[in-house]
């Protein structure tokens, strides 16, 4: 059955070059980050895989961080490409 | 072509395709994003090498500081800077450039095939001397018994790294707030989440520090989380960080590694620099890896958060 | 994770071996300053693979520590040094208004270019 | 091949097949405001299929709700990040980045 995981988690390592082929296309910046959250998404899947096929519940807890962590970049994103850098693109404008 | 062979050339393929379109790439954001995506499968490397604690601590930097680090200064020069790459060498110097490196990497390559296949390292001894270190983890017993000197230094560099950011500073600024005053809309999305997932954080990096001692984890991931959040919390306008001439700042800054100085000192006048008594050693490696932390998550913070740019909030 | 799952830390020091030279290329033959903090990120990591990778040669022992307690420092110092680098660079793009140290015009003074190497 | 085994394959199975249709939809899809369906729903959906999948297999309650938080976490992230980034990408909100010259 490890084997089987491992194989899944070869697929998704897949999704991720579909991911990588979008971040070299763009065509904006946005396309890019997200791109990169998708990236999160099918990382973190293939962390959960590798956990179970090893049997090594450890494995979990770096799926944990990159979970939390998973939208800090987009965030940066949006700072940096509001009208002054710092703010929110919810913010009504000025 | 086992699974586990296909995983792992699939794995590598894809990390080196990504490193030489960050090093290649046109687009400057487009390069900071292959970074990012980057990192994230450097990480899954370190667990497929059974180094759970280093891939805690790429996921952690990888997914979290670097992306907020990069994606800000990318920003910043954008907007002061001109864009362009100028005197760039020509094809020549270029591929002069591409076969040297090749070469340096082909050297690395022979090296690494001509190893002793055998060869065991430093584990055995690591694995003897274990029962006496205090702690089961053994990366967490190289880094806060074995070779703490190491661990000691590095935690004064990180210092001298936010010393020499602070000194960036204009003089008008000097002793004032690190970067620009962020904010967002109060009621918003991002000021929501930034509410939402401090305590999660909080949990996790507590968790990292506390399993470190037996699993993988310790004040290194721990501290990052740690840090990464309360960048977020500014980031989504909660709450600002601190003016950094503020003495509680500083003194967070300098316990973690004051306190570390002084249990070497100690272990000193009972012998050994650094040494720790096999009875006492748990208490004192876990009482350190909590200052680490705290230390480690403001210096990073800080670090990622820039020279002081302004001295009113 | 070793046995049934097999190893493959050669296949990883391999690809150490490449990132670095990548990286030193990158470095060497790319001049905008952002991308040579990635690029010299790319080599330190790809040290740290290949230092990794060869410390995991026997899977029965499983991966040595000493050297992951070593990249763990290593990492995040080039963190703390990349910060550096990063706050370097905006100010330096700040006050003359150029993104990398090479000459625009012929009669431009080219700044020292060791400011962003940090060392590690 | 025990029950547990045959659900785990099963419902990775179908976790893998959305993680498949979201990578298409990313790549496929015309603009950028259609691709964000991507990202928010068939992946989290896959994600989500995949945690419930092997579930069973982990062993200790910890673990298990660690899964769950995993899960919790990056469907949070998903949707805080969907909402800016569209936010974001409305006209008038993007400030023009200047472009590299390629060298």
Request: with cysteine; proline share 5%.
């Amino acid at each position: 059955m490890s084997a089987v995981l491992l194989g899944f988690a070869a697929f998704l390592l897949l999704s991720v070059a579909g991911g990588l082929i979008r971040v070299l296309r763009g065509p904006d910046a946005a396309d890019r980050i997200m791109a990169v959250q998708l990236i999160g998404t099918s990382g973190v899947a293939v962390l959960l895989l590798l956990a179970a096929a090893g049997a090594n519940p450890a494995i979990v807890d770096v799926a944990l961080i990159m979970a939390l962590l998973a939208a800090f970049a987009a965030v940066a994103f949006v700072k940096s490409a509001s009208a002054d850098g710092l703010g929110d693109p919810e913010e009504p404008d000025p | 072509m086992t699974p586990a062979l296909v995983f792992d050339g699939l794995l590598a393929l894809l990390a080196v395709a990504a490193a030489m379109a960050a090093i290649g790439g046109r687009d400057l954001f487009g390069s900071v994003a292959f970074f990012i995506v980057y990192g994230l499968l450097i990480a899954i490397a370190w667990v497929r090498l059974d180094a759970i604690d280093v891939a805690l601590a790429e996921a952690a930097i990888g997914a979290g500081l670097t992306g907020i680090l990069l994606i800000s200064a990318l920003a910043r020069v954008e907007r002061t800077a001109s864009s362009g790459e100028s005197g760039e060498g020509g094809r020549l110097a270029k591929i002069a450039a591409a076969l040297l490196c090749a070469g340096v990497a082909g050297a690395l390559a022979w090296a690494a095939l001509a190893l002793d296949p055998q060869g065991a390292g430093l584990t055995p001894l690591i694995s003897e001397a274990l029962p006496q270190a205090g702690v089961g983890n053994p990366v967490t017993a190289v880094l806060l018994n074995f070779r703490a000197y190491d661990t000691l230094l590095e935690s004064i560099v990180l210092l001298f790294a936010l010393v020499a950011v602070w000194s960036l500073a204009d003089d008008g600024n000097w002793g004032g707030l690190p970067g620009l005053r962020q904010h967002a809309r109060s009621d918003g999305v991002l000021a929501t989440f930034g509410r939402l997932l401090p305590p999660f954080g909080l949990v996790v990096a507590v968790y990292l520090v506390w399993a470190g001692s037996e699993n993988p984890g310790g004040a290194f991931q721990g501290g990052t989380v740690l840090a990464a959040i309360w960048l977020l919390v500014a980031m989504a306008g909660i709450t600002e960080l601190p003016r950094v001439s503020s003495l509680p700042l500083r003194a967070a800054l300098v316990f973690g590694p004051a306190f570390f100085l002084a249990v070497g000192a100690i272990g000193a006048l009972a012998g050994t620099f650094l040494g720790l008594a096999p009875a006492a050693a748990k208490a004192i490696i876990l009482a350190v890896e909590a200052g680490l932390t705290l230390s480690i998550a403001a210096t990073l913070a800080l670090l990622v958060a820039g020279s002081p740019q302004r001295t009113q909030g | 994770m070793s046995g049934a799952l097999g190893h493959s830390a050669t296949l990883f020091a391999l690809t150490g071996a490449a990132l670095v030279g990548i990286g030193l290329y990158g470095f060497v033959a790319r001049t905008h300053l952002l991308r040579r903090v990635l690029a010299f990120n790319v080599i330190g990591s790809g040290v740290f693979l290949f230092f990794g990778a060869t410390g995991f040669r026997r899977p029965d022992l499983g991966a040595d520590p000493a050297p992951q307690a070593l990249i763990i420092t290593g990492i995040i110092v080039a963190l703390s040094l990349t910060a550096l680098a990063l706050a370097l660079i905006t100010r330096y793009a700040a006050l003359s208004g150029r993104s990398s140290l090479e000459d625009e015009a012929p009669d431009d003074e080219a700044p020292d270019a060791g400011d962003e190497r940090g060392g590690g | 091949m025990t029950p547990i085994d045959l659900y785990t394959l099963a419902m990775i199975a179908a976790g893998a097949f959305f993680f498949f249709a979201g990578t298409l939809g990313l790549l496929r899809f015309p603009d950028l405001h259609s691709r964000l369906h991507a990202l928010t729903k068939a992946d989290n959906l896959g994600l989500g299929l995949i945690v419930l999948g092997l579930l069973p297999r982990m062993g200790d309650v910890a673990t298990m709700l660690k899964m769950l938080l995993v899960w919790v976490l990056v469907v949070g992230a998903a949707a805080t990040v969907a909402q800016l980034i569209a936010r974001i990408a409305l006209p008038g909100h993007l400030r023009s980045r200047p472009k590299d010259d390629g060298r």
